[in-house]
């Protein structure tokens, strides 16, 4: 039993890892972070900045194959592989003009994941 994050170095992403990570502790799971963003090869392998997740949780960071082109693709098949009971991921809003042109990783991971997708979005501040 393992919780999947799909992070990316986004807000939502951030929203993402917040609530895997909180999901993990709460039911005390192994946590997964898949990073959409960084690749094997990245020459900074380190967690991005206020992204880190709470000592004493199991946690795995792991990152996309430098010679791949498709993440999200990536992302399918390690759902595939580890069976994780959820998949998170962070959802932004988009215009309509955008949900026709172009195709949204949050979109293809909810639809083509096995298993349950808790979608987060980002905490936004009124000004």
Do not use: C
Not at 34 to 40: E, H, I, M, V, Y
Request: negative net charge.
């Amino acid at each position: 039993m393992t919780v999947l994050v799909a992070y990316a170095h986004t807000p939502e992403g951030n929203a993402a890892l917040e609530r895997g990570t909180r999901i993990a502790e709460r039911e005390r799971l192994p946590l997964v972070i898949f990073d959409l963003d960084a690749t094997s090869e990245s020459a900074d392998r380190s967690i991005p900045a206020g992204a880190e997740t709470p000592s004493g949780l199991d946690a795995r960071w792991l990152a996309r194959d430098a010679r791949s082109h498709d993440a999200t693709g990536e992302l399918i098949d390690m759902v595939h592989t580890i069976e994780p009971d959820v998949v998170v991921v962070g959802v932004r809003p988009r215009t309509s003009v955008g949900k026709f042109l172009l195709g949204s990783n949050a979109q293809r991971i909810i639809i083509d994941s096995p298993v349950p997708v808790l979608a987060v979005k980002a905490v936004r501040h009124e000004a």
